[in-house]
């Protein structure tokens, strides 16, 4: 078994952060996200990988390198020009000879990847999509199957009046390597709206497999803040956060109070009456007295003056707030700058 993740697109919807930092390496609770999905993998037995890159793509491959400290066997394929998602898959054909899985770079699952390559073998289907149930289906594609889990349609963010099931592609596939005929060489593809309607005329046998345990996709500043949420109150159950002790407090005064939910990187340093509930503060963040921050992430190097408060926030890297701010709701990218007394 071999796999495939995506890991190309410039991920427009989760700007800022995505400016100086390609969406599938920032950190969900201080950890680059694809180690979510390599765990995945691993757990699996999968450990030949293959990145599809394009955008920014040596900051990934500074981070994994070939692999061989994470025990798993990593290598990179880096598109010039965007090539979609099936393209992507067409332009990586040299290194996947075998049944591979294929990763959306972009969502975290506990999904068992084994009972899927079971199903995948068990139906001798030549492709097997994982479907997850959504209480809202219209920003996602629709995957609507018989009895027997066999696709029977797909339908690309559906109207309202178009909505049959509540099953959508979760972004995770098990292909046969036939499929790669069916995908034109150097040009743009794309599996949802390209590939599987493709295979469904040619009758392939394409089934899905319904996974109705946790499944996000991190694609917009809302579900990675919830994304980062769900990890800290262990909603998701194949993933354990490493929490170290919380770094000795500077200053004099009252202690920090810092709750069990939070993850602080050690190198911080927190000063005397700060207070954090539910958040995430990566390497070297700067905590100034009295501050509060509730249900946010702050990532590497972020500053937060005297008595500023931010709730629901991602800070970005070497951001820098004034004193007396509140940030609220705000998505914050690398090296802003805030000065005292600003609400945003
Ligand atoms: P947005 O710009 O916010 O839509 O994000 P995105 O560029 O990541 O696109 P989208 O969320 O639709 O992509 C889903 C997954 O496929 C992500 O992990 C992308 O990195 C990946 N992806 C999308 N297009 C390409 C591509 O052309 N090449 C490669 N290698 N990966 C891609």
Redesign the pocket.
């Known amino acids: 078994m071999q796999a495939l ?11 800022p952060l ?1 400016i100086y930092t ?3 390496v920032v950190p969900i609770v201080n950890r680059p996200f694809l180690f979510y999905q390599i765990d995945l993998l691993k757990r699996a037995g999968i450990i030949d990988i293959t ?5 920014q793509p040596n900051k990934i491959e500074d981070i994994f390198g070939d692999g061989q400290e994470y025990d798993v066997h990593i290598r990179y ?1 880096v ?1 010039t020009t ?4 099936a ?2 898959y067409k ?1 990586s054909e040299e290194q996947l000879r075998q049944t591979t899985v294929v ?5 975290i699952t506990d999904a068992n990847l084994k009972d899927v390559v079971s199903f995948h073998r068990e139906k001798q289907a030549a492709a097997t999509i994982v479907l997850t149930p959504v209480e809202n289906p219209s920003i996602y594609g629709l995957v609507e199957t018989d009895m027997d889990g066999r696709a029977i349609r797909f339908i690309e963010k559906p109207k309202t009046e178009e909505i049959s099931c509540n099953t959508i592609n979760a ?1 995770i596939y098990v292909l046969e390597p036939k499929i790669l005929n069916y995908i034109p060489e150097g040009e ?1 593809f794309s599996f949802e709206y390209q590939l599987f309607p493709a295979l469904l005329r040619a009758n392939e046998p394409v089934y899905g497999f319904v996974w109705s345990g946790y499944w996000m ?1 991190i ?2 500043p809302q579900r990675y803040l919830k994304a980062n949420d769900d990890l800290l109150n262990g909603r998701i159950k194949s993933f354990k956060v490493e929490r170290h002790p919380y770094p000795v407090p500077i200053g004099e005064g009252e202690p920090p109070q810092i709750d069990k939910r939070s993850v602080i990187d050690p190198s911080c340093t927190i000063k005397a009456g700060v207070e954090i509930i539910n958040s995430v503060l990566g390497p070297n963040c700067f905590i100034e007295e009295r501050a509060r921050i509730e249900n946010s992430v702050l990532l590497a190097g972020a500053r937060v003056g005297r008595a500023t408060e931010v709730r629901g926030s991602v800070v970005g890297k070497s951001a820098l707030l004034g004193r007396f701010a509140k940030v609220e709701n705000s998505v914050l990218g690398d090296k802003s700058s805030l000065t005292d007394y600003t609400i945003v």
């Open positions: 993740i995506l890991a190309g697109g410039e991920g427009t919807r989760l700007r995505t390609p969406k599938p990145l599809a890159l394009g955008y394929v598109e965007m090539l979609g998602t393209g992507a332009n990763f959306n770079g972009d969502i972004g743009k996709d694609g917009t």
